[in-house]
């Protein structure tokens, strides 16, 4: 089985572009990587497209072909297929294109994540989003995402004596490095005062506990070992690759607040990496709402169950133990369901490229992203750097 | 690499199931392949669901973890990923289990294709299966697929001096042979004469030209070369697999009347698969209108273009040179968009293990199955059987 290499990484800004549409963010963020990789579009030899709304909020399926076509590969025939896992489509498109290296068919291949969220009027959204969800079990008696992170983020808070700060915390942190992140849709730095005192969404979470509503898209190149030696690119490696599924509806699960599906493949993604939690450089949470940020930390290993508020006054800074997110996670670089797994990898890349300026992290040698789909249904977790 | 193995498969019967729901539609059939394969549910590794519309119609996406939950997989935690290529989702889900399978990374892979296509109110599926179409280019100023099917049909009369009879023909042997089919939606035989007279649809395709709105489930398990031999058991190998794209729009293309993906495809499977033409025993073409059943005839090789005529007076039949969807096909077996295409995997795995009964291909050694989406935006094309 061939190692896999990411040889090159794009992205569109992240936010609410109104004036740009669904396939002309595509072919931003696929043209940036292409370029970045220093091939031509034509090494390309299968797209993997990442998208989750497209069919309901645009009206348009088979995402791949789209992308495919208007990128201008459509002429050289490459086939290109749309994964989804819904907000984890991305990091479960990037497994499934290490998956095609490794079967030894395919040397170079492209993943594209993408969302054009605010096509949509108003609270509309709302319902759309909520397909992500269990739609005859949870969405159907009128759970929403947001709803369901809210009363999650409750009973944490009450068993274990966590207050809101603590989740504030986490949206701090994303600001702030957002605030370095010229692809980042929110680049204001905001207090714990103005997060705790924003507007109400779902008691306990405020507006600046939940990822906004956003545009963008993503992508990256794969290579394979033979590949990569064969025309001396100095790629980052993809370490390790792992995912894990759960029950679809938050009350099938242990507990509401056990995230099981990352716990799984977070311990398999270290596993197969032969790493320690200690090695770990950075990690990209998928921190939808602030709640799972703090959830994330803990089921991945980085503190015991409750004590993940241990953390965010220092250690999840970008010179910290752990820093996380220094993208600026899902709350603050946005939340472009399709896009934004993917968009990790590009940050990643960056990252262990030493190309990301302010918002560097000193001397990183292995990122772990973390991609989730819904509440907690699957989680997709790598593992890239090293040699 | 290794082989890979169809070692089960099951199918609900195709439909307007009103009274049951898309995912007791998926878990039947996952159950009916597991148990026809002889093993456990917790024998499966991973779960690669295929859908197209469930997003749009039935507000749910994150297919893969609604199967996965409701087939009583999800808590063994395995993976379960949607592979969406519109109306070719269900080949690209195949080719998607085989590339895990090659990887090394799995033994076990179970692939469902599910689609509820009647839980939408009269005219309004028509706007919901043109997201198969160019949403921006086609859709949006009133092409729908069987428009565009009529264009490019009309428009192939005309060049090649085809009569509608021909295109009621290929209909005809579909209803034909899904009289022999318990699965199948319809299994009255039809007249030419009664296709020909049938209610216009889009000139020149009459109702009886287009596959039906359908309801219905249909699964395979996928085996390893290693986990085959360990256990004994008698597979039906998957030779070859190959995929093609062209541009997402009919105007785009070569020329109105040409599946280029079909084409590539075709061919592509034959050379993987060390075959001619010749050693094909029956093919499952994906015929979701008359016109399409004979170009595709013509792009895989088997009839020059114009000629596809020619065949479809004897040489189609279940006793013929080239016996086309001894299943009922699209038109009339039916076209749940997801699940078509597994539905295909479904047929070819009976029929190479001889238990068709009626409609039994006799001697049937290697199927050749044609997947496509929409117009043909994407081709995956199969060939099943032998040692």
Redesign the interface.
């Given at each position: 089985?061939s190692d896999v290499y990411i040889i090159g990484a794009g992205e569109t800004k992240f936010g609410e572009l109104w004036e740009r549409?669904l396939?002309e963010l595509a072919v931003e963020a696929g043209l940036k990587a292409v370029e970045n990789a220093g091939i031509y579009s034509r090494d390309v030899q299968i797209l993997y497209g990442s998208n989750?709304?497209a069919?309901?909020i645009?009206?348009?399926?088979?995402?791949?072909?789209?992308i495919?076509?208007f990128s201008g590969?459509?002429?050289n025939?490459?086939?290109?297929?749309?994964?989804?896992?819904?907000t984890a489509s991305g990091g479960?498109a990037v497994r499934?294109a290490?998956?095609?290296i490794?079967?030894?068919?395919y040397d170079v291949v492209m993943v594209g994540g993408v969302e054009k969220m605010t096509d949509v009027y108003g609270s509309e959204i709302l319902?759309?989003t909520?397909?992500?969800l269990?739609?005859?079990w949870e969405?159907f008696f009128g759970a929403t995402p947001a709803a369901l992170a809210a009363i999650t983020a409750r009973k944490y808070m009450t068993d274990f004596n966590v207050d809101k700060e603590a989740l504030a915390m986490i949206s701090v942190n994303d600001h702030l490095n957002a605030s370095k992140n010229p692809d980042a849709q929110y680049k204001n730095k905001i207090t714990v005062e103005q997060a705790m005192s924003s507007t109400p969404v779902a008691e306990p979470l405020n507006l600046m506990d939940c990822s906004p509503i956003t545009d963008g898209a993503a992508a990256i190149i794969l290579a394979s070992e033979k590949y990569v030696k064969k025309n001396k690119i100095d790629g980052v490696k993809i370490r390790s690759s792992a995912?894990?599924?759960?029950?679809?509806?938050v009350h099938?699960r242990k507990s509401i607040y056990s995230l099981?599906?990352t716990r799984?493949a977070g311990r398999l993604a270290l596993e197969k990496a032969g790493l320690k939690l200690d090695d770990i450089s950075f990690v990209e949470l998928h921190d939808s709402y602030s709640i799972y940020g703090l959830l994330e930390l803990e089921e991945l290993g980085f503190a015991d169950h409750g004590h993940a508020k241990d953390l965010v006054q220092d250690e999840i800074k970008l010179n910290g133990r752990i820093p996380v997110n220094p993208s600026g996670g899902l709350k603050a670089k946005g939340n472009p369901f399709g896009a934004t797994g993917v968009g990790q990898f590009v940050e990643a890349y960056r990252q262990l490229k030493n190309k990301c300026g302010e918002r560097q992290v000193k001397g990183a040698e292995y990122a772990m992203l973390h991609s989730m789909?819904?509440t907690g249904?699957?989680s997709?977790v790598h593992i890239v750097g090293g040699q």
């Open positions: 089985m549409s396939r989750s709304l069919g309901i645009n009206g348009q399926e088979n995402i791949g072909a789209l495919s076509d590969i459509a002429e025939h490459i086939p290109a297929i749309r994964i989804e896992a819904s479960a499934q290490q998956l095609a490794k079967s030894g068919e319902d759309l909520s397909s992500v269990d739609r005859e969405a995912d894990a599924q759960d029950y679809l509806a099938s099981e599906s799984l789909a819904g249904a699957m997709v």
